[in-house]
């Protein structure tokens, strides 16, 4: 038993800062003390820049660290299950970045691995534990808005620059995987079960990899599902939720990074309102969650399964668009 969770980095990701260390600083239930690189010079920068005690000169020598009780992995898509097996082997917590691993096959794996093990495992699909998400859910199960018949998630953003791994397919890239993994998992979330891919439609950056994505679903209750993604297309930035049942409609601006700016509006027979949120960060919301589960056994919304049941749509999608599965690098 521990009364504080030491949690090491693999790599000096630019998400890193945001996704953990300054939501840390304000929880005293956790300490990132320990950072690696494959770069030692730029691990040693880092930990520099954000106070970081301990600087290993590879990925295995930190998660063979005695004095580390978890890690984080913000790696690239392909990395995820390499280190998150590595991690649960070597008697660790684990906190994955989005997708979990580069496709279901691997996410089962991974499922099993942690299944076996009394280790804390969380995929950090960061929006999930935001007070909005619950009070979404908490709508859609009340009945307000009838019977579930539609949803549409649009997760698009503008990423030019065509040399970011996220377009490297040998790193299991693709728009699907880095910003379409959101909107496969808010489909799940909010319409309550894992959908089925009817058709998928991909415009290309090269002949494996998405930059944009459009995808129609359906549901085994019936209702429909839209996911539209992107990287790089005509709609720059759109990021967007919406529920639609035969008595009501919940529409959310910005569902992933709400704290940002969100609007969360609610049209039913009850008449039309506008709800608000904390601007506290997802991902602080997100690592006491964490914490909570390693520490006091604490419940996990993005397991393992689960993330086996969202990586089980984008690998239909990518079928259903032409194009091949990402696979482990």
């Avoid at 602080?284 to 049941?309: C, H, I, K, N, S």
Wanted: hydrophobic residues 45%; proline residues 6%.
């Amino acid at each position: 038993m521990v009364d504080q969770v030491r949690i090491g980095v693999l790599g000096a990701a630019q998400i890193t800062p945001a996704a953990l260390i300054s939501p840390a600083i304000e929880n005293p239930d956790i300490a990132v003390t320990a950072v690696a690189a494959r770069d030692v010079t730029r691990a040693q920068s880092f930990a520099a820049k954000h106070g970081i005690a301990q600087v290993h000169d590879s990925y295995e020598a930190l998660i063979a660290d005695p004095d580390l009780d978890a890690v984080y992995i913000p790696l690239p898509n392909g990395l995820h299950g390499r280190w998150t097996r590595a991690a649960l082997e070597a008697g660790k917590h684990v906190l994955c970045e989005k997708p979990f691993t580069a496709n279901a096959a691997e996410a089962r794996e991974i499922a099993d691995l942690a299944a076996r093990s009394d280790r804390v495992v969380m995929e950090a699909f960061h929006y999930r534990y935001h007070p909005f998400a619950l009070r979404a859910e908490e709508i859609i199960a009340s009945g307000e808005l009838g019977t579930l018949q539609h949803l549409d998630v649009t997760f698009c953003f503008p990423l030019p620059r065509f040399s970011d791994i996220r377009y490297n397919f040998d790193l299991a890239g693709g728009a699907t995987m880095d910003a379409g993994c959101y909107a496969v998992h808010m489909l799940r979330t909010f319409g309550g079960q894992t959908p089925e891919v009817v058709s998928a439609h991909a415009r290309l950056r090269d002949p494996r990899i998405d930059r944009a994505m459009t995808a129609e679903l359906k549901f085994p209750g019936g209702h429909t599902g839209r996911l539209r993604c992107s990287m790089w297309s005509v709609d720059l930035l759109r990021i967007s939720l919406t529920v639609t049942g035969d008595r009501g409609e919940l529409r959310v601006i910005n569902p992933v990074l709400p704290h940002v700016f969100h609007r969360f509006s609610v049209r039913s027979s009850r008449g039309r309102r506008v709800e608000r949120f904390p601007r506290r960060p997802t991902y602080a919301y997100q690592l006491d969650a964490f914490v909570e589960a390693v520490l006091r056994g604490g419940p996990v919304l993005t397991t393992p399964e689960d993330a086996v049941r969202t990586m089980s749509v984008i690998d239909s999608i990518y079928r259903a668009a032409g194009l091949p599965v990402r696979q482990p690098t």
